[in-house]
């Protein structure tokens, strides 16, 4: 693959990879990563400018979802070794924003582990996000799941400013994901968030058994759905969930894989999630500079992210800065 033609096609021509370039990426040679990634960071620079978009989540209710999917130790359908909690209190969710500020981010996601919202859980959410609202300056974002329009227009209505609706996995792969809903279903509350005015935040998870071109179908399906924000997850293998068994992608792999997801999808913020220190380790700020702008901060909902001190000098070390909310290139 000639580096120097797809410079000039995304660099100078504001063009961005087709599914046979980003395929033919995929057999990009280990010993030429440089070249790929300092092409992703250029990309980056231009479309998004230079910095890092720091997000936190709380998992305000944790565990016994219905769903049955395939990586995720909340399923009631495995037993998985995790704290669950039910829905928490609005005093509750509001301390751990407080703490999230603290922490530098200006982004604050409520999420359930939920199918989709029953109406008293819906209602506590919203007086969560009323309370945050009213006692910090974070812009609060939620995944509550599928949607209802009507649902979707109240969350809009409350100043929830974006959603989390990733579709996991490319829709050839999905039904090995998840039986107990369908990939069409994810995709349709991806779009109810853009119709209500949200913004979309909509990734996936690497390294769920898919083939390589399975991943970079998912990457161009997210692509089509035009999210603000893309989540890259890896797959963090979970005890007692039917993915236990799987290793991790490699780190060199997933370096490789998000600098291809950068050059199919330039002006998206690409969130590195759960599964970054385990499948990236020593090279995370590698992943920033191969083109993900952006980090779930702290904890994940059932794993134990490192400590925000350690991101938080990492993004020093690269001399890099915090971006605020308003996106803007500088
Ligand atoms: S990924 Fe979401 S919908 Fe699926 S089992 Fe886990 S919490 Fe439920």
């Not at 989540?57 to 009631?76: L, M, T």
């Not at 530098?104 to 109406?119: E, H, L, M, N, Q």
């Not at 994901?177 to 779009?191: G, I, K, L, P, Q």
């Not at 291809?260 to 969130?271: D, G």
């Amino acid at each position: 693959m000639d580096i120097k033609y797809l410079e000039e096609k995304l660099l100078d021509n504001d063009g961005s990879i087709n599914f046979e370039e980003a395929m033919e990426l995929t057999n990009f040679p280990k010993n030429r990563i440089l070249e790929l990634t300092s092409l992703a960071r250029k990309v980056t620079l231009k479309y998004k400018g230079d910095g890092v978009f720091l997000r936190s989540i709380i998992s305000a209710k944790s565990g016994d979802c219905s769903e049955d999917c395939s990586f995720c130790s909340q399923s009631v359908h495995y037993s998985s070794p995790i704290s669950k909690h039910s829905l928490l209190d609005p005093d509750e969710v509001l301390q751990a924003a407080r703490q999230s500020e603290k922490m530098g981010a200006f982004d604050f996601c409520i999420v359930i582990a939920v199918k989709g919202p029953s109406k008293k859980q819906f209602e506590k959410v919203i007086e969560s996000i009323e309370i945050v609202k009213k006692h910090t300056k974070l812009e609060v974002g939620c995944s509550l799941g599928s949607l209802t329009e009507e649902q979707a227009f109240a969350l809009a209505e409350a100043g929830v400013w974006r959603y989390n609706h990733n579709i996991e996995s490319c829709k050839e792969f999905f039904p090995n994901v998840c039986t107990t809903h369908t990939y069409d279903e994810r995709v349709s509350t991806a779009r109810l968030v853009k119709k209500a005015g949200m913004e979309l935040c909509c990734g996936g998870i690497i390294g769920l058994g898919e083939t390589v071109e399975q991943r970079i179908k998912l990457a161009f399906e997210i692509k089509d759905l035009d999210p603000h924000t893309v989540p890259m997850n890896f797959l963090n293998p979970r005890p007692n969930t039917p993915l236990a068994h799987m290793k991790p992608v490699a780190s060199l792999e997933a370096i490789k894989t998000i600098a291809i997801f950068r050059l199919i999808m330039p002006e998206k913020v690409l969130m590195s999630g759960g599964g970054r220190e385990i499948t990236l380790r020593d090279l995370q700020s590698m992943g920033i500079m191969a083109g993900s702008n952006g980090m779930i901060i702290g904890n994940y909902l059932t794993t134990d992210g490192r400590a925000p001190e350690e991101d938080l000098k990492m993004i020093e070390d690269l001399q890099m800065p915090i971006r605020d909310r308003y996106d803007t290139i500088e």
